[in-house]
């Protein structure tokens, strides 16, 4: 019992410094931890416990970058403009909470629907298999079809996806290396180039805000946990698209949006699982890299259930704790000097991962990424990066 915990601290220690990390994404975890796995003397399930706990620690911890620095990663990345709307209205510690909220109850809720979730997502797999990519087409359509500005939005996906068709095809790095600057470029150094320029003024935040748990935290999270399923199901869309297109069905607020996004970010880490057990299709980089190391039958999925479910109690504390400080410390310093302090950063972390091609391609990601916030279309639409590549694979 005290090794597995002890695992299981180790994994939330990993998760937390890679969280806190600008840009790094899980799935490149997930890359080093496969490559040290031989070398590390563990058995497979033990290793397993240990990542199961990055990640979902990691889908807690990446918030905080989201919401006072704003460089997300690839499942938070649609919720950065909601939770800066908060941050500019002096209620940063608001967005803090909702998304502690969301991202608890994510896990609270997956683990009741655990039993009826393990014969519904084969179900539904057979059922849309041969027509998966044709429900993904019909969502962005309904995505590009609800802007004011559908030209804007059209051209957005096309040149994000134009550049994801691109890039994944280069040979010259993995698809999981060549995500990092990527996305550091369509969401963080786009966000922070107009930032700079418009010169934002320094936006006093309030500390003492209550955040009761109410019926519109319990509903948003309950809907984005079931739609955590759907995120399992329909390749290459993200938590927050499938959390846009429920709410554009459903109705809600900025703060049951954010709730949501929370919600089905980390229910998916659970469900995940439940894929990869059930129909042999991992749509995680963590269920990916275990597939490649072990077959998982029912008792260790429910260690790992388990490890999920312990792991977020632990991150729910670390993620006020740590959100706390950043907010504290974001009070006392000059954004523009932040911006650029991490926009140095970034691009080192890029150079040094990626090389040149890496920084090249964060450049043209940025370019593409600062469309959407000067035209005032939803950051949706740079999903395409993803979209596009995968219908391409499909169709073909």
């Known amino acids: 019992m005290i090794y597995a915990l002890s695992l299981i601290l180790v994994g939330c220690l990993i998760g937390t410094i890679t969280g806190l990390a600008p840009g790094i994404h899980v799935n490149t975890v997930c890359l080093i931890g496969l490559s040290l796995y031989p070398k590390l003397g563990l058995s497979a399930t033990d290793f397993g416990v240990v990542m199961v706990s990055v990640a979902v620690t990691q889908k807690f911890i990446d918030f905080i970058p989201s919401i006072f620095i704003g460089v997300p990663e690839e499942e938070t990345a649609l919720s950065i403009l909601p939770a800066h709307r908060l941050v500019r209205e002096g209620n940063a510690m608001e967005a803090l909470r909702l998304t502690a909220y969301g991202s608890l109850l994510g896990v609270v809720y997956s683990l009741l629907f655990l039993i009826p979730v393990l014969y519904i997502v084969p179900l539904l797999y057979q059922t849309l298999r041969n027509t998966i990519m044709y429900v993904v087409m019909a969502a962005v359509a309904v ?3 609800r802007e004011k500005n559908k030209t804007y939005a059209l051209i957005t996906f096309a040149l994000s996806g134009c550049l994801g068709v691109v890039a994944l095809n280069l040979t010259i790095l993995s698809p999981t290396e060549v995500l990092f600057p990527l996305f550091s470029g369509l969401f963080g150094f ?12 320094h936006i006093p935040q309030k500390e003492d805000i209550s955040v009761p748990l109410g019926k519109n935290i319990l509903t948003s999270s309950l809907v984005g946990s079931l ?8 390749p290459s869309m993200s938590p927050s698209q499938v959390g846009i297109l429920a709410y554009d069905v459903l109705g809600s607020n900025l703060r049951g ?7 089905i970010n980390t229910s998916d880490a659970i469900y995940s699982l439940v894929s990869l057990y059930t129909i042999n299709n991992p749509r995680s980089g ?7 190391i072990m077959t998982i039958d029912f008792p260790t999925l429910l260690v790992f259930v388990g490890t999920a479910a312990f ?6 504390l670390l993620y006020l704790w740590l959100g706390t400080i950043a907010f504290r410390f974001v009070q006392k310093i000059d954004y523009t000097k932040l911006n650029i302090a991490i926009v140095a950063l970034m691009l080192s972390l890029i150079y040094v991962m990626t090389g040149l091609i890496g920084v090249l391609l964060a450049v043209l990601a940025t370019a593409i990424g600062v469309i959407p ?8 639409h740079v999903m395409g990066l993803l979209i596009v590549p995968t219908m391409l694979y499909f169709l073909s």
């Open 286 to 292: 963590v269920a990916a890299m275990l597939g490649q």
């Open 143 to 145: 995505l590009i079809i």
């Open 227 to 234: 739609c955590g399923i759907g995120v399992g199901l329909l």
């Open 257 to 263: 949006f954010l709730v949501s996004v929370a919600a």
């Open 373 to 380: 916030i000067l035209t005032g279309v939803s950051r949706t």
């Open 190 to 201: 786009s966000t922070i180039l107009v930032s700079l320029k418009d010169k934002t003024a």
């Open 311 to 316: 792991s977020a109690l632990i991150a729910t």
